[in-house]
């Protein structure tokens, strides 16, 4: 398996010259960096038949196969693609621009952008031996892999959401929340049931463990995001994740941003000081 191939090196060329149009701020752009997410995942997927021997064109012919025989044929070689329900949904959007033309929001395009980099982060580390960053460091500056949230040292969360959120608001909160999400959820593992999906989103948490752990952390002194402060944040995401663009009046991005930074903020407290939540933490919150 190479990463040296003209098709690798296109996906990647690819994906960071999305991330510069992103970085720009123009709407205008949006259609092209959707485009480009899409072409960069076939392009991918292509070099990974190449890899198992295949031939990629159809026939004696010079036109190669689409993104869905590739799919079609990896899953043969025993390839599984977790991811496939999003690559259909940006496919699609791809379909739409290039046939009925479109302008997608800022937020659904870094949904996109969010969605084809945890992909390529997945697929390049489990069948190429190689990580992301390091592969894209080759095409981007040091700004814009942390925009990506794939640069080596991501432990100041905060400075890189205030740059995505001068671009939009709802996606430094989508991103904010995905970092959240999975920052809680590790802290809380030990508590959940096994069978459950590893999402807060579905909103297994807030009722119960997610409670006593904002309790938990407002009694150490490492934020004060309670739980409805932590609903007015996941309000806001839910909004932006599903109805981009539509943002109803009751809705404060502002207000949400800033909570999600606070909370950002306390858990590296917590990290920082080896906080482990506990069934001593659950009798504490309740005292």
């Not at 191939?5 to 960071?16: C, D, G």
């Not at 925009?147 to 709802?170: F, M, Q, R």
Request: aromatic letters at 10%; a negative charge.
């Amino acid at each position: 398996m190479s990463d040296k191939s003209p098709l690798f090196v296109s996906a990647l060329e690819l994906i960071a010259h999305a991330t510069e149009l992103f970085a720009q701020k123009n709407p205008k752009k949006y259609k092209f960096i959707i485009l480009h997410l899409a072409n960069a995942v076939e392009l991918i997927l292509k070099d990974h038949v190449l890899d198992q021997g295949i031939s990629i064109y159809e026939g004696k012919t010079n036109k190669t196969i689409g993104l869905w025989d590739c799919i079609k044929t990896l899953e043969g070689k025993g390839i599984t693609f977790p991811e496939l329900p999003i690559i259909e949904l940006l496919i699609d959007d791809r379909n739409t621009i290039q046939h009925r033309f479109g302008y997608p929001s800022a937020e659904s395009t870094y949904y996109y952008i969010e969605q084809v980099v945890s992909f390529f982060q997945r697929f390049l580390n489990q069948y190429y031996g190689i990580q992301l960053a390091e592969a894209l460091g080759l095409h981007l500056s040091e700004e814009h892999l942390k925009l990506l949230g794939v640069a080596k040292d991501e432990s100041n969360y905060v400075d890189t959401l205030d740059k995505i959120a001068k671009i939009s608001i709802e996606s430094a909160i989508l991103r904010a929340f995905g970092i959240i999400e999975e920052e809680v959820l590790e802290l809380l593992e030990p508590f959940l049931p096994r069978t459950r999906t590893r999402q807060m989103t579905s909103g297994m948490l807030a009722p119960h463990h997610l409670r006593k752990l904002l309790d938990d952390f407002r009694q150490k002194g490492y934020a004060t995001t309670d739980i409805e402060k932590f609903r007015v944040l996941q309000e806001a995401r839910n909004y932006a994740a599903h109805r981009p663009g539509l943002a109803p009046p009751n809705i404060s991005w502002q207000k949400a941003f800033d909570i999600a930074k606070e909370l950002l903020i306390g858990l590296q407290k917590a990290r920082d000081s080896g906080y482990t939540f506990t069934q001593e933490s659950e009798i504490n919150t309740l005292e």
